[in-house]
Structure formats: structure tokens, C-alpha cells
């Protein structure tokens, strides 16, 4: 297709291409650095043999500012003193919650299912590596971060795409062009299946929808109607990509089912 790895790399990030000029008409060199609020999932967050997501070329959306059922507010975020006695035990925690609810989705994509638990650690995060101190600021990070807390009946998904060698971006960045279009929850089986398309953000849309390559991270959302989600811990419920060049599909365990359900019994 006549692009460089590492404009492969830049296309997937949302990133300026090797060799491009920027505003002032300098030419960039490399890839961009990525911010603490674009690591959404750093090496040291997973545990021990669990692959991290943080793929090469990880892309980034700047969320919607849509409000989100039961969003964190400024005083459920320490301040960075206070932070920094409880961030350990949170740490471990999330480590433990995130292993519980990333799901792999075939070879090469995984999913994460946010809550308000990890959202907080990021948002905790990000103030604590910018040193952030201002509660505007706090704020603004919270008006990003909060779409991202499900509401009942919602499985709120964080989806990596997991590429680690030159061959494996040349081959899959074109292909899954429009993989955040194609993610499927299917409750129940036979005649009494249900399956539930996800849905995209405007915003995601606009701003990592491309026509040569896909984005390395998306973030999508899956709306279970209530007489649906009744039935998750029920009955089996897969993850489903329908992507004509990559279908998949994954059963979510008990352990899982039962995480995500508490998170809409307290939301």
C-alpha cells in the first residue's frame, strides 16, 4: 500500500506521519510522545504474564463531553498528598479488577470493561504524572473521563488492537478500518438469543475514522435494553466481532458477568 511502518504507526495514533510538517512548517521526525492521559493502560498496571494492551502506535480519542449516570465529582478525587498514601492499595486493586475484565477477543484485539473504579484510577493518574492541583482543571479531566462510567445495562469497553511486529501492523491497520463499528453482544441462545450492536461516539467517529488504517484504541459502548440485561448472569453472553475481516467471538466468564452486573446494580 506504499506506507512506512512507521507512518503505519502515526496513522494508527492519529499522529502527524513521519516526514510531515507541522504548523510552522518544521519537519517532525518520529512519532509524538504520548501524554500520561493517552497511556490509558501503562505496562505496570497489568499483572505479571497478563500482555499488556498498551500496543505500538496506541491510539487516542479525546471523549464526548456527555454526561455520565453517577460520574465521579471533584471530591471523589484526592489530592495528590492524599493520593499518593492510598495509590498502592488502589493499584492492586485495579491490577485485580482489570484482569477480571479484559477479554480476549480472538488474536489480536482485547477489551477492557471500564467502571467507575478504573476511570477514577485514570483521572487519579493523570493529575498525579501533570501535577495537577487546580479544580477546573480537575474538572475538565473529569467532564472527559466520566462518559466513560457505564450506566445500567451498559457494558462501557475500552478495545485495543494488538500489534507488536512490523508485519502484523502492515497486514491488520488497513484491514480493521472500521472495527469500532463492529463490536456484538449476543445474551441468550438459539431462538431466544438477543444480540446488541455497540455504538460509536460522534467524536470517535471524527477524529480516529480513517480510510487507510484503523486506530489502535477505540472506545464503544453496548445499550442492553433492561429485559436484556436481566438475563446476563443467567445465560451465556458473548463478546462478538462481526468485522468482515475478523469474526470472533468470546463467552464472558461467571466472574465477569457478576463485576459488571454489580456495576449497574450501584450505578
Known sequence: MGLSVGELRARAQGSPTVGSRDDGGRCRRGLRRLSPREHRDPPGDWPQGVPSPA?????????????AVSGLRLADIADLRAYERERDGLRRNVIALKKL????????????????TTV???????????????????QAELDVYNPLIPAPGELSMTLFVELTTEAELREWLPKLVGIERHI????????????????????????????????????????????????????????????????????????????????????
Open 55 to 67: 500496543a505500538p502506535g496506541a491510539g487516542v480519542w479525546h471523549r464526548s463531553r456527555e454526561p
Open 101 to 116: 475484565r479484559r477479554v480476549s477477543l480472538g488474536p489480536l484485539l482485547s477489551v477492557v470493561l471500564e467502571n467507575r
Open 120 to 138: 477514577r484510577f485514570q483521572v487519579q493518574e493523570m493529575a498525579r504524572a501533570e501535577r495537577i492541583l487546580d479544580d477546573a482543571k480537575i
Open 184 to 267: 456484538v453482544v449476543r445474551v441468550g441462545d438459539g431462538a431466544e438469543a438477543v444480540v446488541v450492536r455497540n455504538t460509536v461516539d460522534p467524536a470517535h467517529a471524527s477524529q480516529l475514522t480513517r480510510d487507510e488504517v484503523t486506530a489502535s484504541v477505540h472506545y464503544v459502548k453496548v445499550a442492553l435494553p433492561p429485559t436484556v440485561a436481566s438475563r446476563v448472569l443467567a445465560e451465556s453472553t458473548v463478546l462478538v466481532s462481526d468485522h468482515p475481516q475478523y469474526q470472533h467471538e468470546t463467552e464472558l466468564l461467571p466472574a465477569t458477568k457478576a463485576s459488571v452486573v454489580a456495576d449497574w446494580s450501584a450505578g
